[in-house]
C-alpha cells in the first residue's frame, strides 16, 4: 500500500473509532474533486446532534461545502448547500447506518479544505446545562 494509502486508512480507521466513543470531533481532508463521508450506526429513537465549520485562514474568501446526512433507508435527515459552517439535529426514526458526506461545491472546486465535525450522539448529545436550568440544579464545573 503506498504511504498516502496508509495515512488515509489509519485516518479513515481513527474517525470510525472516534464517532463509535458516541461523541467526538473530527478533521476531515476533502479534495477538490472528491467528497469525504463518515457514517455511524445508531438505534432507532436516539438524538444526534452536531455542527461542522471549514477552516478557512488560508484562503483569500471563506469557502463552502454542501453536506447530505442521511437515514439507513435513504431519507435525508440533513441538507445544505454552500455553508461554511452549520448545525444539525435529528432523532433517529430507524436503527442503522447513517451517513454524513460532505464535498467542495461552486467556485472552491481547486481547493483542498479541512472540515471539523463535531457528532453527538444520545447520552453525549444531552445539553446538561439546560436540564440543571431546568431542574434547578447547580452546576459546578472543577478545574483538573
Known sequence: MARGGAWAAAAAATA?????????AVWLEIAPSGSKCVSEEIQSNVVVIGDYSVLYE????????????????????????????????FTTAEAGNYLACFWIDGEDRGLVLKLNLDWKIGIAAKDWDSVAKTEKIEVKYMRM
Open 16 to 24: 470510525v473509532w472516534w464517532m463509535a466513543a458516541g461523541a467526538g
Open 58 to 89: 488560508h484562503h483569500q474568501a471563506r469557502p463552502t461545502v454542501s453536506v447530505k446526512i442521511t437515514s439507513p433507508f435513504g431519507d435525508i435527515v440533513h441538507k445544505r448547500e454552500k455553508v461554511s459552517s452549520d448545525q444539525f439535529a
